[in-house]
């Protein structure tokens, strides 16, 4: 009996000392932390990764552009985006290897791909696909081999541009083809320069930065990404631009007006004048 009185001691005081500790203000507070990193690191352990989330994802896209490139352009550009060319060595359509996310969207976003007839250019029309096809599609094509990509949004936002700079560098680069207004142009060769207006800024950005049809590349390094937003911001502002006079007459310059003038003011005086002249022969 004597021997039992040390040990029941001692168990009464440890359990007495957890009694005191659980009655205590912070021990709901220390089980709950305890809770919350067991429940984390298990979660941690065993879920997926976000970049193995993503990377499933892209690749889903991925195929879903493939399979939509197998249908629509494969038949000019090759299963795998090698280019076609027939026997005559006509090429039915250029390899698309390289050339990014960026050119298909402009291309397949404008309506100008899939193109409709063999012809000396592409020409703007209705978009044959949703976004999310086109951008299946451009993704399919960028995992092909590197190339430019689709821009970020804060490069296109007209009113973060400098409009005065940005006409400088449009009349630099831009108005020999499309005029000093954006109105336009014809080329040699049955091609063009397309008419700048109701175009989205994303495209724009994306034309200077693929250089489609006749038109040269203007990279990132050639002209700087706030240099292509200056542009944006100038062909935005010009677009916008209120007819004072009410008839812009295609804000192609002082040539139009000029011939305007010519073809309209001249042309009534000289109907008056006649006039004048019959009458007085006759009186």
Same mark, same amino acid.
């Given at each position: ?29 220390? $089980? ?71 050119? $298909? ?57 400098? $409009? ?20 336009? =142009? ?36 050639? $002209? ?21 006079? =009410? ?23 000289? =109907? ?12």
């Amino acid at each position: 009996m004597p021997s039992s009185l040390p040990g029941r001691s001692r168990g009464s005081w440890i359990g007495r000392l957890l009694s005191t500790r659980r009655r205590h203000p912070l021990a709901a507070i220390a $089980v709950l932390v305890a809770v919350l990193f067991t429940t984390g690191g298990a979660y941690a352990a065993l879920a997926p990764s976000t970049s193995q989330n993503v990377q499933a994802a892209s690749s889903t896209q991925i195929e879903e552009g493939r399979q939509l490139f197998a249908v629509g352009c494969s038949s000019c550009h090759g299963l795998n985006g090698e280019g076609q060319i027939n026997d005559d060595g006509d090429v039915l359509g250029p390899s698309l290897i390289g050339v990014g996310a960026a050119s $298909v969207d402009f291309q397949v976003g404008t309506g100008r791909m899939p193109l409709a007839a063999p012809a000396a250019q592409a020409e703007r029309k209705p978009v044959s696909y949703s976004q999310e096809q086109i951008d299946a599609m451009a993704e399919y094509v960028a995992s092909l081999a590197p190339g430019p990509d689709v821009p970020d949004e804060e490069y296109l936002d007209p009113s973060a541009g400098d $409009v005065a700079r940005g006409g400088e560098l449009f009349r630099t680069n831009c108005a020999q083809c499309h005029n000093t207004t954006g109105q336009g =142009g014809a080329l040699t060769m049955g091609q063009f320069a397309p008419a700048l207006t109701g175009v989205e800024p994303k495209h724009i950005y994306e034309a200077m930065l693929t250089g489609p049809q006749a038109m040269p590349v203007f990279n990132d390094r050639t $002209v700087t990404p706030e240099d292509k937003r200056d542009i944006i911001a100038f062909l935005d502002s010009i677009e916008n631009e209120p007819d004072p006079g =009410g008839l812009g007459i295609g804000r192609a310059g002082p040539v139009a007006e000029g011939l305007w003038a010519w073809l309209v003011g001249i042309g009534l005086l000289i =109907g008056m004048a006649t006039w004048i002249v019959t009458r007085s022969s006759k009186a």
